[in-house]
């Protein structure tokens, strides 16, 4: 017997074989853990964020308006011919605006729903709550309903 022959038959006889215990056994674990660490964050919240920087942090909100559609889109309007003429503060006169998301009501293929802690970064307005219900409409996710709530700190 060709000792050689021998020890490649031995060497393959330990190595692990397809199926129960084998290769395939680590193939689903190794799947769902690149799903997580690539599934990243819904698109719905990309938008809820921008629309949150652009009307929170940057006073944009005629940039926000393209973010929405429905009564959230009729409220920015209003807003907006409210603030016509009014001349914008400037960047040292704003209050330092922070957000995060508090609430999250898990995002299906039409609807999702974030809500938000805003601080203001002024000590005469009180805890503020945004809660943005969003809408996948034409292609894209929009701002359908947007409310806020004053809350004691």
Same mark, same amino acid.
């Given at each position: 017997?060709?000792?050689?022959?021998?020890?490649?038959?031995?060497? %393959?006889?330990? %190595?692990?074989?397809?199926?129960?215990? @084998?290769?395939?056994?680590? @193939?689903?674990?190794?799947?769902?853990?690149?799903?997580?660490?690539? @599934?990243?964050?819904? =698109?719905?919240?990309?938008?809820?964020?921008?629309?949150?920087?652009?009307?929170?942090?940057?006073?944009?909100? &005629?940039?926000?308006?393209?973010?929405?559609?429905?009564?959230?889109?009729?409220?920015?309007?209003?807003?907006?011919? #409210?603030?016509?003429?009014?001349?914008?503060?400037?960047?040292?006169? %704003?209050?330092?605006?922070?957000?995060?998301?508090?609430?999250?009501?898990?995002?299906?293929? =039409?609807?999702?729903?974030?809500?938000?802690?805003?601080?203001? &970064?002024?000590?005469?307005?009180?805890?503020? #709550?945004?809660?943005?219900?969003?809408?996948?409409?034409?292609?894209?996710?929009?701002?359908?309903? #947007?409310?806020?709530?004053? %809350? =004691?700190?």
């Amino acid at each position: 017997m060709n000792p050689e022959r021998e020890l490649n038959r031995r060497s %393959r006889a330990l %190595r692990p074989r397809p199926g129960p215990g @084998g290769w395939r056994s680590l @193939g689903l674990p190794a799947t769902l853990a690149m799903t997580v660490m690539c @599934g990243g964050t819904p =698109a719905s919240r990309h938008v809820a964020d921008r629309f949150m920087a652009l009307y929170y942090d940057q006073s944009h909100v &005629g940039e926000a308006v393209q973010l929405c559609t429905g009564a959230a889109k009729a409220r920015l309007e209003e807003e907006i011919k #409210f603030m016509k003429g009014v001349p914008a503060a400037a960047l040292g006169e %704003r209050p330092h605006v922070t957000f995060r998301l508090r609430a999250q009501e898990t995002p299906t293929g =039409a609807q999702a729903t974030y809500v938000y802690r805003v601080h203001l &970064g002024t000590p005469e307005v009180r805890a503020l #709550f945004a809660k943005l219900v969003l809408v996948h409409e034409g292609g894209q996710w929009l701002v359908s309903r #947007f409310d806020e709530k004053e %809350r =004691a700190s």
